[in-house]
């Protein structure tokens, strides 16, 4: 058994000493393929020392299975890179005295050369062994090797050699009794042989060789010299490859991968250089192609040169810019500027001055263009950018913006307007405010065309959170329709239904009504006696606040409204309260008693 043993240890350390000398010599890796198929012969020696068969249970007698010549092993492998892959692994040898099956899976590492391959794996799984005259053993089992693939095609390699390590245990406990531990459980130390076919499945397509030629400089005068390179890419490396250069502008000299072209004698034009690349080792497309222009020019015949500049460069609507051209040839011969062309507005003027117009343009860029012309019919184009700015926005009117701020909200009857009638509730006192608004806020939009303004909806606190906050929504939107029909855009209206949230105070109603110049001081006590209805109906109300200064409307009721009893509420008749006075509500005296 530890002869074996021994040998399996010396087999797995030469496959070992030879994936380190195969890979200090081999560069280039082949082609990885995503999976495959190893099928093959298979020799096999299980080592180690069993039990024989019809020995007495407390007296065996061991024996050492002999060499299985008779055997065959099958393995594929799924490549997750060009190293490792994940291989399952069937073997199985027989001969006279029994048989061994192994079922192994484990990882696999592969290294890749040009046309062979070696790998080395690791594999644990399931272990038969069967001795004729012995019930079958099943056990756990390891293998570990590697081996050498010589690539016939892409598709299909030879497998030259594979030395596995084979290991595994098993329990004789049926026919060996405990005392011999050793027959027992006897450990297997084999040594398995291979050789066969691998199949190769998938992987990246074959690599076409290519060429890529270049030349320096690409443009030249007649007699320059011209240096035309060439550069490979997906030929074999370890190949030496040939190199045959032509052009048809000049002599051209040279090898492998530089050549220089003499440009001596030729006429002005456009030319082409030529390399083919052979690889003579190669069967297919060992072969590529590349081609460079360069072009050979006569004596110079160089354009003019041509800058165009505005003065000044950026101007507002309805100014007009001074144009002016600098044109010059370097080979010094006359020139003329025509052709004055814009973007935008108009332009006038002809030679080497012109004035652009901007009466009318839009605020933005305009391209000025222009050409210049030699007396050899050479020509040039230049352009320039001239900015056009908006005037400034006139200044904004004070008086209206305080006006603005000043304003009064506005009110609205009980519970108007309602569900069944939106667009009601608007008394005239109340509309003749909306309409000075509308129109103040129109012209305001005028130097100001941000502004907005935000109008904020209250209820008076007598109904619930709902029917007040849906009532409160009604009068903002009742009172954004009416401004935008006066003629005050949607966009520049903000609603906010606020019910009866933020509602004034009791104190900030009297405040209010002691600062109201409107009214006496007579009328002020009369307003207080009925201090309960002004407080509410002081809150049925839309406030209006001007976006651009943040200021909101005076909540002050009109009080001297033609219409003010009927937003006040309860008090449409005047003779009403005298008529409260009329039951006897002294004559309850009585009562007390």
Sequence with gaps: MSHCRNIGRVLFAAVCVGLIIFLSSAVLAQETPKSDLFIGYQWLNPGGTVPQAFQPFNAPAGIKPPSMGKGFGAAYTYNFTKILGLEGDF???????????????????????????????????????????????????????????????????????????????????????????????????????????????????????????????????????????????????????????????????????????????????????????????????????????????????????????????????????NLTANCTSPDNVPVTVSNWTATGGSISGSGNSATLNTTGAPAGTITVSASCSDSRNLSTNASTLVTVTSPPPPPVNKELEARLALGHSIYFPTAQPTVQKPDGGLLPSQEHTLNDLAKDFTEYLQTKPDAHLILEGHADPRGSVEYNQALSQRRVDRTKNYLVQAGIPADHIDTKALGKQHNLTDAEIKASIDANPTITAEERKRILRNERTVILASNRRVDVTLSTTGQSSVKQFPFNAADALFLIGGREKPKAPAAAKKPVTKKAAPKKK
């Design 91 to 321: 073997g199985h040898n027989w001969n006279d005295f029994g048989y061994e099956s192994t079922l192994s899976v484990g990882p696999k590492l592969t290294w890749r050369a040009e046309n062979a391959t070696m790998f080395i794996h690791g594999l644990a799984g399931y272990n038969r062994f069967v001795e004729n005259g012995i019930n079958p053993k099943n056990g756990f089992g390891l293998i570990g090797g590697g081996g050498m693939d010589m690539q016939v095609i892409k598709q299909l390699s030879i497998r030259i050699f594979e030395v596995d390590y084979v290991w595994a245990q098993h329990h004789f406990d049926d026919v060996v009794a405990p005392a011999f531990n050793d027959l027992q459980r006897p450990t297997l130390n084999g040594v398995r042989l291979r050789t066969g076919f691998v199949f190769n499945f998938g992987g990246a397509p074959e690599l076409i060789p290519s060429a890529t030629c270049s030349v320096q400089p690409s443009e030249v005068l007649v007699g320059e010299p011209i240096t035309a390179t060439v550069t490979t890419s997906n030929f074999n490396p370890k190949h030496t490859l040939t190199y045959d250069w032509t052009t048809n502008g000049g002599k051209i000299s040279g090898k492998d991968t530089t050549a220089s072209v003499d440009t001596n004698g030729v006429a002005g034009g456009n030319y082409t250089v030529t390399a083919k690349v052979t690889d003579p080792k190669q069967k297919k497309n060992g072969e590529a192609t590349c081609n460079a222009n360069y072009t050979v020019k006569e004596p110079p015949k160089n354009p003019p040169t041509l800058s165009l500049a505005s003065s000044p460069t950026s101007v507002q609507v309805g100014t007009p810019a």
